[in-house]
């Protein structure tokens, strides 16, 4: 899922060597929260317009979790 994240977010964002992924462990109804933190330049570029990019992530994220029955979350940082 990180590579996944991380592939996306890159085409979108003008410093790509600032992207990372941190991964938490998974919580008590294992969910996997993964934490994107990018340059505060290309914040805007990821969120989008009433957070319509990030939500656009976050069901591209899920639906491939969901192949591998797996729960997740992003969290933008």
Known sequence: MQEL?????KGLVDDKDAVSVTVDEPKEDGTVVYHL???????????????????????????????????????ID
Request: charge should be positive; charged fraction near 25%; aromatic fraction near 0%.
């Open 5 to 9: 994240i991380v592939t996306i977010v």
């Open 37 to 75: 933190h990018v340059a505060a330049d290309d914040m805007g570029r990821v969120i989008g317009k009433q957070g319509r990019i990030a939500k656009a992530i976050r069901t591209i994220v899920r639906s491939a979790a969901g192949k591998v029955e797996q729960k997740v979350a992003i969290e």
